[in-house]
């Protein structure tokens, strides 16, 4: 026999849920992978869908073990922090990857794009505060 069947039903009843969700945003992060279009789309469905899936998982394996074992759960902590850490910075390095690959002008676009957006922030504020006002013509 197994030691799950020792499981009582306050705690199976969470550990299967989050199993079963783990399990389907794990999934679902996996089809976004393959029907998703575009480099970008298909880097970002995936990524998000392992980390939250695992961390479910995670979260549900803290439960079996506290509850059955009466141990530290130090093992799926330091699994869920792993995981929170290097997801973002793996794909940080692959849509860096990407850009540089392909000559994207991504970087220029949205620096373009700030500079832009900050000499308008600057045109405003110089309109409302330096500006005299003059009196406005009514007829």
Not at 20 to 25: A, K
Not at 81 to 90: K, Q
Request: hydrophobic share 45%.
């Amino acid at each position: 026999m197994n030691h799950l069947t020792d499981l009582p039903a306050w705690a199976a009843i969470p550990v299967c849920i989050l199993l079963l969700l783990g399990s389907v945003i794990t999934l679902v992060g996996s089809m976004g992978l393959i029907r998703l279009k575009t480099f970008y789309g298909r880097l970002h469905a995936p990524t998000l869908g392992a980390s939250a899936g695992t961390i479910l998982i995670c979260v549900a394996s803290m439960i079996t073990f506290a509850v059955l074992q009466n141990r530290w759960i130090l093992h799926e902590i330091l699994i869920i922090v792993f995981i929170i850490l290097t997801t973002p910075v793996t794909l940080c390095c692959s849509a860096n990857r990407r850009c540089t690959a392909t000559g994207s002008k991504a970087r220029t676009t949205f620096r373009a794009r700030r500079q832009a957006s900050s000499r308008t922030r600057q045109a405003w504020i110089s309109e409302i505060f330096y500006k005299p006002s003059r009196p406005r013509n009514r007829r």
